[in-house]
């Protein structure tokens, strides 16, 4: 059964290899880390970062997004992709805000408990748990450790969990994850997910988890000759750049 032990040795690794990161000082607004996060949703942390920073640039304040049309909004956010959709979500989420918080910022969040920040981000519309999780990380500076896709994928590799999705995964991982190293873990799964353990064909013969990890294919894809990718790309977050 997997404990906290193991985590702690996959995280030292890690960090061996990677280094240990370094969460900037300046905290970012939570709502400003939510649109983010709805441009990253389905491209790369550049081109999402190239989105956010042509809106920012076109639109310095939420509320001057807020009343911009929806197409000039799409225009402004083109090189992330998915614009149409991803305009209407971001026009219609500073709508909802202002009609709760009776301004653009998320007054009291700072304030609530953990669980209830995941229920009152998750209850708008394009707000998944992955994201309120990265807002408690990021922006909040919580003992939170957010999962996606390719940290589920990587977390039922190494064998640390058995689950079915992310969100079970995330729930699985609340107790495991030591404190003070959920960001830590949580950036380099990141780095080591774009790098080594890719989703279609994982680089186990450069893996340095290979002899700890339970991947029942790891032998498999040990022997293809695949070049771990360059760091460059790999080490850029969306989240710490807004
Ligand atoms: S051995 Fe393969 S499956 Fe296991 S962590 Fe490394 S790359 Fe991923």
Redesign the pocket.
Known sequence: MTNEHDVTRFIHLLEAHLGVPRQKTKRTEPLDMLIGTLLSQNTNDRNSHRAYIELRRRYPTWKKVAEAPVGAIASAIRVGGMKNQKSGRIKALLRTVHKDYGSYRLRGIEKMMNDEVISTLTAYHGIGFKTAACVLLFSLRREVFPVDTHIHR?CN??GLVKTKNPYQTFEAMKSLVPTGKSYSFHTNLIR?GRT???AQR???GQ????DA???S??EK??SGKTAVSSRRNSDFMLLDEI
């Open positions: 990587i590799r190494l080591f080594v353990c890719l994982p680089r186990c893996c340095l988890l290979y990890c339970g991947f294919e790891k894809f040990a």
